[in-house]
């Protein structure tokens, strides 16, 4: 029975540090961000509560059928939206045409190269909502701890405690005799 509360407990522990590596260590290593849809607007390509993986890109690589990462142009908000690429605009400037998947229309504006943000790359459909369940309790310092580093530093120091019980033939054999003797308490409690 301890084995098996052992073996829950590092693939509780394993989960939540490849969770972390997932949504947290993954996007900085390959510099992309990721986003949380919140709009109908791209479905089905990207459904509502789907988590955006965007990558940076050169404005001048897009190409008709892309869905880009931008700003509004003249906007005071600071929304991130993400369309379809339906035309590349060359004159006067660089900028694109764009249109959501599920809209009838084109967007009313022209995306200049200046706002394009990134490129998605793909999507995790319903991973938006536990990527912002999670990110509720992990932007403190506190949840940080409890959520991702006390985990790793639980799960590297049992690797460490059997790695240790692997190399060491005397923890080994001390074991095995303590096992024996509970054996033969229970065969003698049967009789």
Do not use: C
């Not at 509004?72 to 908000?77: D, G, I, L, M, V």
């Not at 605009?89 to 084109?106: H, I, M, R």
């Not at 049992?158 to 790695?163: F, L, T, W, Y």
């Amino acid at each position: 029975m301890r084995r098996l509360g052992k073996w829950l407990t590092n693939i509780v522990l394993g989960l939540l540090v490849l969770v972390a590596g997932v949504f947290v260590l993954l996007p900085a290593v390959f510099a992309s961000r990721l986003a949380v849809v919140y709009s109908g607007s791209m479905t089905p390509a990207m459904p509502v509560g789907a988590v955006a993986w965007m990558q940076p890109v050169d404005p001048a690589k897009i190409k008709v059928g892309d869905i880009i990462a931008f700003t509004q142009p003249e906007s005071t908000s600071n929304v991130t939206v993400s369309h379809r690429v339906i035309e590349v605009v060359k004159e006067p400037a660089l900028g694109f045409q764009t249109k959501g998947d599920a809209n009838e229309d084109p967007d009313p504006f022209t995306v200049p190269a200046k706002n394009v943000l990134a490129r998605v790359t793909f999507n995790i459909p319903r991973g938006g909502y536990f990527l912002a369940y999670i990110s509720r309790y992990t932007r403190g310092r506190i949840g940080f701890g409890l959520f991702i580093a006390l985990p790793t530093v639980l799960l590297i120091g049992s690797a460490i405690r059997d790695v240790n019980f692997m190399t060491n033939p005397r923890m080994r054999r001390a074991r095995q005799r303590k096992k024996m003797i509970e054996r033969r308490r229970r065969r003698r409690a049967h009789w």
